[in-house]
């Protein structure tokens, strides 16, 4: 079957998003960062938010639960941006080098609130011929209801596309349903991995 299309997952893979780019310059201390990030605004609480929570209501619910840390709480979507640092350059090469032979599409566990300023500030978007956001949807990688989704809503098939993500249980979910998949660890990696697939 040839390959047609390469769907990416973004965070981690394209662009570099922590909340660490923030809070290490909220927090002197790295322990008092990392236990903040371990028990108050953990990766659960913000996985909400990429199912369709809105941000409001999560900080405020947050901020009952923890009123201690109200304003570090605040912070998160207040300065979301900072957390937004920069593209990974050597996945973003290839992005561009495979647009000249693939059609290319987004499917990303991300905020709807949010996800326009990564559109914004990153011209390689524009390169993609269709995105899924999961905030969007409320619907959520690993679950496989959102890439029967992006199949359905772009006339594509599992099996003619391959799939990349940083996530290992987005990556399993992808090949149950037919999609070649790489698990994303850097960028010379996934050009090596790929090179297993397609010629790039």
């Known amino acids: 079957m040839k390959i047609k299309n390469i769907v990416f997952d973004f965070g981690g893979v394209l662009v570099d998003w922590n909340p660490r780019h923030l809070y290490k310059n909220h927090f002197q201390d790295t322990n008092e960062m990392e236990l903040f990030l371990k028990n108050i605004c953990t990766e659960e609480w913000n996985i909400e938010q990429d ?5 409001s209501e999560a900080t405020n619910e947050l901020q009952k639960k923890f ?16 957390m937004l640092k920069g593209e990974i350059p050597g996945t973003v090469a290839i992005l561009h080098k495979l647009k000249e032979k693939y ?5 990303t566990n ?16 524009q390169e993609f011929e269709g995105i899924v956001v999961s905030g969007t949807e409320k619907l959520i990688k690993p679950d496989k209801r959102i890439y029967q989704l992006l199949l359905d809503r772009y006339s594509i098939k599992a099996e003619e596309s391959i799939f990349i993500d940083d996530n290992i249980n987005n990556v399993k979910a992808a090949k149950e349903l037919g999609f070649y998949a790489i ?10 991995a790929l090179s297993t697939i397609i010629t790039i």
């Open 51 to 55: 199912r369709g929570r809105s941000l």
């Open 67 to 82: 009123p201690e840390h109200s304003a570090s709480i605040s912070l998160f979507y207040d300065q979301w941006e900072v």
């Open 103 to 107: 059609t290319l599409y987004g499917l």
């Open 110 to 125: 991300w905020s709807s609130e949010t996800i326009h300023i990564a559109y914004e500030r990153f011209s390689f978007f």
């Open 183 to 192: 698990h994303f660890e850097n960028s010379t990696q996934l050009e090596t």
